[in-house]
């Protein structure tokens, strides 16, 4: 489920992926993966019925009314939530069903690798990513600035 090459199988192909639970809000944790992938190249369709639009991408209220495909939807819903998302990511013809962390399922891992989705249940896309394909450093995210200079927000 977890494994190495099957996480980087998935990250390397699935490339459009619907989020579902993607909040608005920038401090939210949904939003900041949304955007470190749509920063890395992937598709982020936004799955939350409260919004219209999300970091500039139109807003689904489900993943049945996105009129793409889709490779991996990506959920940031509580565990009891999983099961129906799990049986529309399979209607919608979609190839991984991930699971963020602190969300695990098991009756949905089992419907969605019943249908051939491969399945990662209480992992981070961010952090995966940054770990298997670099961006992560002592502080554990990439911030892409260089200087001499300490942060006035790290512990003295």
Same mark, same amino acid.
């Given at each position: /489920?977890?494994?190495?090459?099957?996480?980087?199988?998935?990250?390397?192909?699935?490339?459009?992926?619907?989020?579902?639970?993607?909040?608005?809000?920038?401090?939210?944790?949904?939003?900041?993966?949304?955007?470190?992938?749509?920063?890395?190249?992937?598709?982020?369709?936004?799955?939350?019925?409260?919004?219209?639009?999300?970091?500039?991408?139109?807003?689904?209220?489900?993943?049945?009314?996105?009129?793409?495909?889709?490779? /991996?939807?990506?959920?940031?819903?509580?565990?009891?939530?999983?099961?129906?998302?799990?049986?529309?990511?399979?209607?919608?013809?979609?190839?991984?069903?991930?699971?963020?962390?602190?969300?695990?399922?098991?009756?949905?891992?089992?419907?969605?690798?019943?249908?051939?989705?491969?399945?990662? /249940?209480?992992?981070?896309?961010?952090?995966?990513?940054?770990?298997?394909?670099?961006?992560?450093?002592?502080?554990?995210?990439?911030?892409?600035?260089?200087?001499?200079?300490?942060?006035?927000?790290?512990?003295?």
């Amino acid at each position: /489920m977890s494994d190495i090459q099957t996480l980087r199988r998935v990250l390397r192909d699935c490339r459009t992926v619907a989020i579902v639970g993607l909040s608005a809000d920038w401090f939210r944790p949904s939003n900041f993966v949304a955007k470190y992938l749509q920063e890395h190249g992937y598709k982020v369709i936004p799955v939350n019925p409260k919004y219209s639009e999300i970091l500039g991408e139109t807003c689904y209220p489900d993943l049945q009314s996105i009129p793409v495909a889709v490779d /991996m939807v990506d959920v940031f819903r509580k565990p009891a939530d999983c099961v129906p998302i799990a049986k529309d990511a399979i209607a919608i013809g979609a190839k991984a069903l991930w699971l963020q962390i602190g969300v695990v399922n098991d009756e949905a891992r089992q419907i969605a690798e019943a249908a051939g989705l491969t399945v990662i /249940m209480d992992r981070c896309v961010k952090i995966e990513y940054a770990r298997l394909f670099g961006g992560l450093n002592w502080f554990g995210v990439n911030t892409h600035v260089i200087s001499s200079r300490r942060p006035n927000w790290i512990p003295h």
